[in-house]
């Protein structure tokens, strides 16, 4: 049973930081892209990083520079570092897996991330 668990979420006033976990088990993790998507009430899920079983890494241009998503294969972990964070950060942050070569795509529940003061 595969199960993506993300953690870290709550409230942030504008230009603080937050670091989301996202815990994976029932894949081989280290053979997964992994990446971070975001849902803002009323809009479409949409990228925010990724990074892949290599470790190469890609970002929404409205996060560069601020986020960083990386990953622990030995602990089955994937981060997103988040610093000077925005009120247009305000979202529900879901982790996805994606294994490049089988095409098995997974999702979490998500994690809301409120940026206000």
């Known amino acids: 049973q595969v199960q993506l668990v993300e953690s870290g979420g709550g409230l942030v006033q504008p230009g603080g930081s937050l670091r989301l976990s996202c815990a994976a088990s029932?894949?081989?993790?280290?053979?997964?892209?992994m990446g971070w998507y975001r849902q803002a009430p009323g809009k479409q899920r949409e990228l925010v990083a990724t990074?892949?079983?290599?470790?190469?890494?890609n970002y929404a241009d409205s996060v560069k520079g601020r986020f960083t998503i990386s990953r622990d294969n030995a602990k089955n972990m994937v981060y997103l570092q988040m610093n000077s964070l925005k009120p247009a950060d305000t979202a529900v942050y879901y982790c996805n897996s994606d294994h490049p070569r089988t095409g098995m795509n997974y999702w979490g529940k998500g994690t809301l991330v409120t940026v206000s003061s």
């Open positions: 990074i892949t079983l290599g470790g190469n890494t």
């Open positions: 029932g894949i081989i993790f280290r053979l997964n892209n």
